[in-house]
């Protein structure tokens, strides 16, 4: 026997030592924090849940599921109620240490003695020798000399084993900081805590080597700080700072702001921190969150209360009353399940040597992460208007790249523009922006970036944009969006290479506004993707693109260009929810053939905002049956309000019209049956947010066209 315990090893706790004894100021110190702790998480969970519960039907949420951005919002409630369990198992915890400290009267993690349980050990009946071995078979595991105990012989085995686990997912989390947010000092905190974790487990050891208890409780701690920041002050960081651009009004954040290159990059890359994007990302947040957990039960486990000093001098001395309460808590205690005493492995000299081997492991892995973290240290690129540091990059990495012809004087050439492109690292270019290049010749260059997600011309001529160059689903597969604003093209055409027979076919979002395209090519249908949102505005069509038919837009907006006729065969497009016609020179709706048209029901919403139509025709009464016309500032409008006023009794279409060529609602006077088909509220009449643009990006004042009412 006494060589064993000359060879078992350090990490084995001594028999007298059953927690770390705090003073009572201490101990409610530590009390309290723990309390706060469980409110912490208990409101941060509870207000998640809450979140998803209510997001579901929003515009963010809207929004979210256009860009793919985290899980469809049909999964939104069972993550509320993984939240919710979650905040329920912190109220329970928070719960049970304040009816504990009502139970035993001064403040207690726990409210019952073990020996409670222990008399269920003779209880002969069924349910009785069933929880008897329930709280046998957790004990075992979970209690204090179970093998995941903190008196456990294998406390440091296990510690070992659940510092290399959580390491290995800090230090993913912090490879996606580095290459996703390009807040440095938010990598630098995230990666400082990582190292001095990875350190304080040998340096820990080292110091309070004879204090074992008190060494496990300080690692706990470290575990549950790392934890803690990972699941909570994340988050709660990245969430702040977009607090102030939240609008409660729409339910989102506003519209313009999704336009916007350095904030839209922003938040795509750090918003995967924000919002659970998969189920092996929630897996990862749950082991996170059951870390936290564990480590603060743990903790709880280990602090004791040393008991007070007696104010009279008669009795024992206060050293022997310590030590008396130290016995007393070893007899008093006891635990009544089989508990795991050291083995013959764990007092081996091999299992102090792996010890060691592992502390020197995390040393060298936390400098390997430090050195990571200071090479990929950003090399200032002067095209790049964001730069994030992936450890592993080699060249600059920039997730917002710029060509802005006109700081760097030149022209657009491929020769102009190949020397900047040449510089980053292809792999983390996300979007891209040209500005002001009244020369565009569009490099081959740009199939390099194959992770492009977003493409934007703006203030540009397109010379030359051929099929070297094109956008293809070879090198831009996941594109997701294109823009062309205040751009021109050769013959007001679209170039070959935005016309590749290999177009991309995840592109979801085409916006045009202000150009000088005037028609589409026949063949579009074989190349665009269908159930796209596409938007013409302010560009030189005088016709209606039947091409579009075939393109089958989910959103189309031609509003602003030369048409004089509306497109009745917008109607008998497969799949097209919503239809803008505003601030076209339309006079009539009237068509050559009405019975003729045809309306498949799919479309919900027209809006011919800023146009001369004084009239619904027959023809669209099937569509006023499930949708509203929007004519703000039309004359149709002008006549509804002179109705509501009093000062006219019917419309004036119907002293010129055949009745059978009206819609029913031209011919009633009942308000309630006309707001049903008509509105007359303000909409915008450009999708795209050009006032909003050329704040951001134009080298001089533009005017403002079409400006909301104020």
């Not at 102090?352 to 060298?364: G, I, K, L, Q, S």
């Not at 619904?616 to 039309?634: C, D, I, Y």
Request: glycine share 4%.
């Amino acid at each position: 026997m006494p060589r064993q315990a000359k060879l078992a090893p350090s990490a084995a706790p001594r028999k007298r030592e059953r927690g770390v004894l705090l003073s009572p100021l201490k101990f409610s110190i530590a009390w309290f924090g723990l309390l706060a702790l469980h409110a912490l998480c208990f409101g941060y969970f509870l207000s998640v849940s809450r979140v998803y519960r209510g997001l579901s039907g929003t515009y963010l949420a809207v929004i979210l599921d256009f860009y793919s951005l985290g899980m469809p919002s049909t999964h939104y409630p069972q993550l509320s109620k993984i939240h919710l369990a979650i905040a329920c198992l912190h109220a329970i915890l928070a719960g049970v240490m304040i009816i504990s400290s009502i139970v035993r009267r001064r403040l207690a993690f726990y409210p019952f003695q073990r020996r409670a349980a222990k008399r269920q050990t003779h209880d002969r009946t069924l349910s009785g020798a069933l929880m008897t071995q329930t709280y046998g078979l957790y004990a075992f595991f979970y209690g204090r000399h179970g093998i995941f105990g903190v008196e456990s012989p294998y406390f440091d085995l296990v510690l070992v084993a659940r510092e290399c686990l959580d390491m290995t997912m800090q230090s993913y989390q912090a490879y996606r900081l580095s290459r996703y947010v390009p807040r440095l000092w938010l990598n630098r905190v995230y990666v400082a805590l990582l190292v001095i974790s990875c350190w304080s487990m040998p340096l820990i050891h080292i110091v309070y080597k004879r204090q074992i208890m008190l060494s496990r409780l300080l690692l706990l701690f470290g575990n549950a700080l790392l934890d803690l920041f990972s699941t909570i002050g994340l988050a709660v960081i990245l969430l702040t700072s977009y607090y102030k651009d939240y609008d409660s009004v729409v339910g989102g954040f506003p519209r313009e702001y999704w336009y916007n290159d350095e904030w839209v990059v922003n938040f795509f890359n750090e918003f995967q921190f924000v919002l659970v994007v998969s189920w092996m990302d929630l897996l990862s947040r749950v082991l996170f969150y059951s870390g936290l957990v564990v480590a603060v039960e743990n903790m709880k486990e280990l602090l004791r209360q040393a008991p007070t000093k007696k104010k009279s001098s008669v009795g024992p001395s206060a050293s022997f009353v310590t030590k008396t309460f130290t016995k007393a808590n070893a007899v008093a205690q006891p635990e009544i399940a089989p508990t795991v005493q050291p083995s013959s492995i764990s007092q081996q000299p091999s299992h102090r040597r792996f010890d060691r081997v592992a502390h020197c492991v995390f040393v060298v892995w936390g400098l390997v992460v430090l050195g990571l973290h200071l090479h990929a240290k950003a090399q200032l690129v002067p095209q790049c208007l964001m730069q994030v540091r992936p450890w592993t990059a080699t060249q600059p990495t920039c997730v917002l790249l710029a060509m802005d012809c006109h700081i760097n004087d030149v022209r657009g050439h491929e020769d102009d523009i190949n020397p900047y492109w040449e510089l980053v690292d292809p792999i983390t270019v996300t979007r891209i922006v040209i500005r002001h290049c009244p020369e565009l010749h569009m490099p081959p260059t740009i199939q390099r970036f194959n992770h492009l997600d977003t493409l934007k011309l703006y203030n540009t001529t397109v010379v030359d944009w051929s099929d070297s160059a094109a956008l293809t689903k070879q090198h831009h597969p996941v594109i997701g969006s294109l823009f062309a604003i205040r751009t021109n093209f050769t013959g007001g055409q679209l170039p070959p290479g935005l016309a590749s027979r290999y177009f991309p076919q995840t592109v979801y979002d085409i916006e045009f506004s202000v150009t000088n395209l005037h028609t589409l090519p026949d063949d579009l249908d074989t190349k665009w993707p269908r159930g796209a949102t596409l938007y013409i505005e302010l560009s030189e069509f005088e016709r209606f693109p039947s091409v579009l038919t075939r393109v089958q837009p989910l959103y189309l907006s031609l509003a602003a260009n030369r048409l004089t006729e509306f497109p009745v065969e917008t109607l008998q497009t497969e799949g097209l929810n919503f239809l803008t016609l505003a601030a076209n020179p339309l006079t009539t709706l009237d068509v050559k053939s009405p019975s003729d048209v045809k309306d498949v029901g799919t479309v919900s919403r027209i809006m011919l905002m800023e146009t001369n139509v004084s009239s619904l025709p027959q023809w669209l009464e099937s569509f006023t049956k499930r949708g509203r016309v929007n004519l703000h500032n039309a004359p149709l409008c002008t006549y509804l309000q002179e109705l509501e006023a009093g000062t006219r009794t019917h419309f004036p279409a119907v002293e010129t019209t055949p009745p059978e060529e009206l819609a029913s609602v031209m011919l009633t006077s009942d308000l309630t049956a006309i707001s049903k088909a008509i509105s007359c509220k303000y909409y915008t009449i450009l999708l795209y947010p050009l006032m909003y643009e050329d704040q951001w990006s134009a080298l001089t004042p533009q005017p403002v066209l079409f400006p909301p009412p104020t």
